[in-house]
């Protein structure tokens, strides 16, 4: 995805499927790779990330670099 222009639709991320490590049972957790795409898209490298809702036992907060 480097260089290009990010569309609407992530489809290139897949859901967590049932046997998936990552998986934690929550019915809304969220595939890793698209809560890191996000934070990757709206945050600068350094910046200090927090997850208020720190959902699905997943990093609420993190650096970035």
Do not use: H
């Amino acid at each position: 995805m480097d260089g290009g222009v990010m569309g609407d639709v992530w489809s290139d991320i897949p859901p967590i499927n049932s046997q998936a490590q990552e998986r934690l049972g929550y019915p809304t957790q969220k595939p890793l790779a698209l809560l890191e795409r996000i934070v990757q898209a709206s945050s600068n490298e350094g910046d200090l990330v927090l997850d208020p809702f720190a959902g699905a036992e997943q990093p609420c907060m993190r650096r970035r670099s």
